[in-house]
Nanobody
Framework: QVQLVESGGGLVQAGGSLRLACTSS????????MGWFRQAPGKEREFVAA????????YYADAVKGRFTCSRDNAENTVYLTMNTLKAEDTAVYYC?????????????????????WGRGTQVTVSS
C-alpha cells in the first residue's frame, strides 16, 4: 500500500525555520511531481509548493515565495519543504501530495485534489 508520511512539523517562533520531509513507502514517486499544501484552522486547503520529478523545476505560492524551498531526493524517496522566516500566518497543517499522472509541477498545481495521493499531514505552529 502506498503511503506518504510527513514529518518535521512543530512549534517555532516567528522568524524561525523548519524543514518538513515527506517520505513515500510502498511505492516510489521518483517519476512523479510532488507538492505541499496547507490548511489553517477555519480555512480551505491551499497550495504551497510543487516540484517536478527531477527536482529541477519548482513553483511556489506567492505567500511563500522567497521564504520556502521545495527539494527532493529520489534516491531516498523523500521530498522536503524548507521554511525560513516563518510568520504566524504560516501556522497550518502541512500536507504532502503526489501526482498519479505526471512529472511536471503543473500536475500538482492544476490537478483536482481527488486525483492526488495525500499524506496525513504535520502540524506547524508559529508563535508571534
Amino acid at each position: 500500500q502506498v503511503q506518504l508520511v510527513e514529518s518535521g512539523g512543530g512549534l517555532v517562533q516567528a522568524g524561525g525555520s523548519l524543514r518538513l520531509a515527506c517520505t513515500s513507502s510502498g511505492n516510489t514517486y521518483s517519476t512523479s511531481a510532488m507538492g505541499w499544501f496547507r490548511q489553517a484552522p477555519g480555512k480551505e486547503r491551499e497550495f504551497v509548493a510543487a516540484i517536478n520529478w527531477s527536482g529541477h523545476a519548482t513553483y511556489y505560492a506567492d505567500a511563500v515565495k522567497g521564504r520556502f524551498t521545495c527539494s527532493r531526493d529520489n534516491a531516498e524517496n523523500t521530498v522536503y519543504l524548507t521554511m525560513n522566516t516563518l510568520k504566524a500566518e504560516d501556522t497550518a497543517v502541512y500536507y504532502c501530495a503526489a501526482s498519479r499522472s505526471g512529472g511536471s509541477f503543473t500536475d500538482i498545481v492544476q490537478a483536482p485534489p481527488s486525483t492526488l495521493a495525500w499524506g496525513r499531514g504535520t502540524q506547524v505552529t508559529v508563535s508571534s
